[in-house]
């Protein structure tokens, strides 16, 4: 009942600095699986909380996701995501996949709908399809599966513009870690909320790999 009423009583200005929440996330695909990245700066108000702040995080082996919006509710979630799939593993003698991930990332945002601040990126390497996989998960359980790329909080608008232009489709994994760190930099040039340092990994066949 309290996640109803306040679902109800939250209004446009509310929800609209929640999904433009001061950070700046990214994701994108490339030929070898995918390479993520954000920055370490997290903001309460208009004062820098912290300038190490830990935004990226590895699930398993195959998987890794970025968090923004309340640091409290995302760090909540990778516990829940990492518990979850290494229980799935145990289970079905197999790590799983980005996509189930996912999908239980939607069912705890979408059944918390409003009481979790957070959006998040998901993305992997999908052993079953051989391919990169990202997915983006918003705080009322909306489901995002992109094709290309994917950027989410305050920055995103910079990293956005960045991607549409030198984002292409036969990108090697070396190409892609430099167009994060481009875009992740320009977020943080033009985005008060964005700074300091860059986290990126990549993910392909091999596993979960901190490039950064």
Known sequence: MENIERMLNMDKDSLKHIIQSSTTTVGIKVKEGVVMGTESQATAGYTVATKTAQKLFEINKYTAATISGGVADCQYIINQLRAISKLREVEKEKIPEPKYIATILRNILFSGRSYYLAMMIVGGYSLSENQGKLYGVDLLGTFYEEDKFISFGS??????????????????????????????????????????????????????????
């Open 155 to 212: 920055g995103s608008p910079f990293v956005l513009g960045v991607l549409e232009a030198d984002w292409h489709s036969d990108m090697s994994k070396e190409e892609g870690i430099e167009l994060v760190k481009t875009a992740i930099t320009a977020a943080r040039e033009r985005d008060a909320a964005s700074g300091f340092k860059i986290q990126a990994c990549s993910v392909d066949k091999e596993g979960y790999k901190k490039v950064l």
